[in-house]
């Protein structure tokens, strides 16, 4: 079954990208809702819905980079081991050296053969590779951190805190404060 737009659906998604627009752009939502001609708790719903679409589509971005960097890190990982793989294996030098005796010109040919261990720089790259997967995928363990601060409250401050959030409950209760 089809699902169709409606028209009040169309009012509706531009009513709450007019209203993400005013938000972002520093408006309070007491301000947006008198611009719109709307109802405060219209305003709310509507940003709570633009938020939702915020925190949806940017979770979908950082997937979409996360799979790019992953995909990246597999075409390095792949061409470092192959080149780690060319950069092992056996040598064989010829050597030859010509020069002259009493006879008429000489030439002497030598031959010696060894193993290449390969090329550390790409066990490194490889291992940079891995490392970086394991930083996109999560898989290490946070590093922790200690942080140690001192912080005295005297009796005194303790107090006036104590007071001034009395006087913010009692003005939120509209009870009149006299002075004592």
């Known amino acids: 079954m089809e699902h169709k737009y409606s028209p009040a659906a169309a009012k509706r998604d531009a009513r709450i990208v007019r209203t993400s627009e005013l938000y972002r752009a520093g ?24 938020h939702e679409i915020w ?19 597999d075409w390095v990982e792949v061409e470092a ?3 780690w793989v060319r950069s092992i294996g056996k040598t064989k030098t010829i050597r030859t050296e010509t020069g ?16 290449l261990a390969g090329d550390p720089r790409f066990l490194a790259e ?3 590779c891995v490392a970086d997967r394991r930083k996109l995928l999560g898989l290490d363990e946070p590093a922790r ?8 409250v005297t ?3 303790l107090e006036k805190r104590i007071e001034a959030a009395r006087l913010r409950v009692l003005a939120a209760q509209g009870t009149k404060i006299t002075g004592e």
């Open 155 to 157: 009796a005194e401050i």
């Open 27 to 50: 408006n309070s939502m007491r301000d947006i809702s008198t611009q719109l001609g709307i109802g405060l708790g219209t305003v709310f719903r509507d940003l709570r819905e633009a």
């Open 100 to 115: 002259t005796s009493a006879q008429g010109p000489i030439q002497k040919t030598s031959e010696t053969t060894g193993n």
């Open 126 to 128: 490889i291992r940079g």
């Open 81 to 83: 081991t192959r080149a």
């Open 55 to 73: 925190r949806t589509r940017a979770a979908d971005e950082r997937q979409q980079w996360i799979e790019r960097e992953l995909a990246t890190l």
């Open 145 to 152: 951190t200690q942080v140690q601060a001192e912080y005295t």
